[in-house]
DNA sequence: TATTGTTATACTCTATAACTATA
DNA sequence: TATAGTTATAGAGTATAACAATA
């Protein structure tokens, strides 16, 4: 018998994702960081005094549930909020924080390399413009 | 700025995965269904009389979760459980699972082209192999 | 009116430990 | 001794509704 999933490629994009996440969370566990807290702190870098909700439209989390996650951060001294606004945050990272993010990014691509050493060199440019595609389906 | 995010492979797989996901399950409600069954049933099809913990091993789930997902399926009278030991089961379909799959498998044939659409036809072939070999990485 | 941050809440998915009965 | 099925439970992750304060 063969498993007929793994001639799915939406089935198979599942199972690699949920693999790669397992891994980097390991990983990044000895940080006391999750992928999700390091998305965050790459974006805020990115992009200092962003705000929860637009960091939160970026990563596709709901208003709701970047409360915790922010909190969380801010609670260990990774990151600050300084109100820009009488209803806005304005999110960057402390020192600390910065700091704590450049040996979660040493985690990440040593991740994104084993990630990518199966894939034949000569297919690897393909895959990150494949993957932007099967972000952006069309249906019909 | 720009979302240094859409830079790393991992993370455009985990949203990419997330969106297709979604979308599926979405398209699956109507049938009573979700992913997770669609999985479990098309394995079942293939391999009749499968245990739920050899089902597990190949889905990747706990033995302790495939409970409450083979008793929703069997609830529903889509699944069989025959005892062929003292203590494993053998799964298969019924009548009225092959057909409710049928109708699933159009979802999802849809949904997985859905999903290609957007890769440009050069690329196609390569997806398979790519997600492929994503999903089985080497540490070192 | 629309948006931000927030609380509360519920639901799914997943992971672990422990138990029984069988092989 | 190892395995199958099961129960109970806890933790993520995610989704919705509602509210106050502000733009």
Do not use: F
Not at 54 to 60: K, M, P, S, Y
Not at 69 to 78: D, F, I, Q, T
Not at 110 to 128: D, S
């Amino acid at each position: 018998m063969q498993d007929p999933l793994t001639q799915l490629p939406g089935y198979v994009l599942r199972r690699a994702s949920a693999a790669a996440l397992a891994r980097l969370n390991e990983r990044l566990a000895p940080l006391g960081l999750r992928h999700i807290d390091v998305a965050l702190m790459l974006l805020v870098e990115a992009t200092p005094g962003l705000t929860p909700s637009r960091a939160g439209r970026v990563l596709d989390i709901q208003r709701a549930n970047m409360v915790p996650l922010v909190a969380r951060l801010e609670s260990r001294s990774l990151m600050a909020r300084q109100r820009v606004d009488g209803r806005s945050h304005a999110l960057r990272l402390t020192a600390e924080g910065r700091s704590r993010l450049s040996r979660a990014r040493a985690v990440v691509a040593h991740c994104e390399a084993a990630l990518l050493r199966p894939v034949p060199v000569k297919l690897r440019p393909h895959v990150l413009p494949i993957l932007m595609a099967l972000w952006n389906p069309q249906d019909e």
